[in-house]
T-cell receptor, first 114, second 112 residues
Framework: NAGVMQNPRHLVRRRGQEARLRCSPV?????VYWYRQLPEEGLKFMVY????????ESGMPKERFSAEFPKEGPSILRIQQVVRGDSAAYFC????????????FGDGTRLSIL | GENVEQHPSTLSVQEGDSAVIKCTYS??????FPWYKQELGKRPQLIID?????GEKKDQRIAVTLNKTAKHFSLHITETQPEDSAVYFC???????????FGTGTRLTVIP
């Protein structure tokens, strides 16, 4: 069974460009979570999605950031007009049921902004 | 919201010794507490978790204890090995919220 798959592993963007991060959950998992991790820091919750629905986006900046989890295909975290401060590792996790079930993480996407 | 504090931030032990990492949480409604191990440049891996209806859980060399009254939980690693070296994160799930709150991590170094 494949685990959570994220791509790309590394993404380099110039300021002002768009970044698209993709996450395919564990097969059969319908709950997806995105976290952001700065160097030497813990994981900060961004958004929680179920198929086609955003359940909680309280950790995601209201501007420039958006997330989706369509009926078909991977979950996408989109960052528009990137700035240097967006540089971080972005991790996706999935669970079979709700938030209180074990979350399994992908390898992350390391976003670097030039 | 929930506030999770984790101590120590760094921990060095000799191979074979035990390591203990402690976390406290602020909201008594939290009811699920997982622990993750993250090696450098890799994904966080769930190593053990505990729910609020249980006081202790053990899996081979790893154990977690929960004290609901004091609102703290701890990770215990016995007979440490060099491959245990990593950053360990605790987390808490607050009933009614929709996300895990993570501690700031403990960098464990096991000295051969």
């Amino acid at each position: 069974n494949a685990g959570v798959m994220q791509n790309p592993r590394h993404l380099v963007r110039r300021r002002g460009q768009e970044a698209r991060l993709r996450c395919s959950p564990v097969k059969g998992h319908s709950h997806v979570y995105w976290y952001r991790q700065l160097p030497e820091e813990g994981l900060k919750f961004m958004v929680y999605l179920q198929k086609e629905n955003i359940i909680d986006e309280s950790g995601m900046p209201k501007e420039r950031f958006s997330a989706e989890f369509p009926k078909e295909g991977p979950s996408i975290l989109r960052i528009q007009q990137v700035v240097r401060g967006d540089s971080a590792a972005y991790f996706c996790a999935s669970s079979a049921q709700g938030i209180h079930q074990p979350q399994h993480f992908g390898d992350g996407t390391r976003l670097s902004i030039l | 919201g929930e506030n999770v504090e984790q101590h120590p931030s760094t921990l060095s032990v000799q191979e074979g010794d035990s390591a203990v990492i402690k976390c406290t949480y602020s909201d008594s409604a939290s009811n699920y507490f997982p622990w993750y191990k993250q090696e450098l440049g890799k994904r966080p891996q769930l190593i053990i978790d505990i729910r609020s209806n249980v006081g202790e859980k053990k899996d081979q060399r790893i154990a977690v204890t929960l004290n609901k009254t004091a609102k703290h939980f701890s990770l215990h690693i016995t007979e440490t090995q060099p491959e245990d070296s990593a950053v360990y994160f605790c987390a808490a799930f607050l009933t009614g919220a929709n996300n895990l709150f993570f501690g700031t991590g403990t960098r464990l170094t096991v000295i051969p």
